[in-house]
């Protein structure tokens, strides 16, 4: 999602999402409220960041700023989680491939996603479900030992 789509779905679930001018980090959230950081160069990345900030409100309990504890990471890691499937679901890794997207590059700029997020993303995905996993039925991403995508072939 871009970041005035992800503005948008912001909005609709009551979050206050405001650029203001923060002195660490990119991001906070606080219940419903949501600070990105003003002077964050590309839209991509404040979509980086509205992102996991929503995740953050979505799966995260209590102040985890410092990532010091096993909980602390943990929590960090579901919000991550949550922006992944949310910038980049797995069907659009799918559409990426249909439209012959070869590289983190060329689905960055076919998803008007970071290349960051990409990456994470694939990285995160790749933890999860270790060597590949089914989409839909129709499809199997294939994340070990690289990136590919197989449609099954259907018998009539």
Avoid at 122 to 128: G, S
Avoid at 130 to 138: E, K
Wanted: glycine share 6%; aromatic share 10%; net charge negative.
């Amino acid at each position: 999602m871009t970041y005035d789509e992800l503005l948008i779905a912001a909005d609709e679930e009551g979050l206050i999402v405001k650029e203001v001018p923060l002195h660490s980090g990119d991001g906070r959230c606080r219940g419903r409220r949501i600070a990105i950081r003003q002077d964050i160069p590309t839209l991509k990345k404040k979509a980086d960041v509205l992102a996991e900030e929503m995740g953050h409100y979505h799966t995260t309990v209590g102040r985890i700023i410092e990532q010091d504890s096993v909980t602390a990471r943990k929590q960090e890691r579901e919000a991550r989680l949550w922006a992944y499937k949310v910038q980049l679901p797995l069907l659009d890794i799918v559409r990426a491939y249909q439209a012959h997207c070869s590289n983190v590059v060329e689905m960055s700029e076919y998803l008007n996603i970071s290349e960051d997020t990409i990456q994470d993303a694939l990285d995160l995905y790749r933890q999860k479900y270790g060597r590949g996993t089914s989409v839909l039925g129709d499809y199997y991403i294939q994340f070990e030992p690289y990136l590919d995508v197989f449609e099954y072939y259907k018998i009539n």
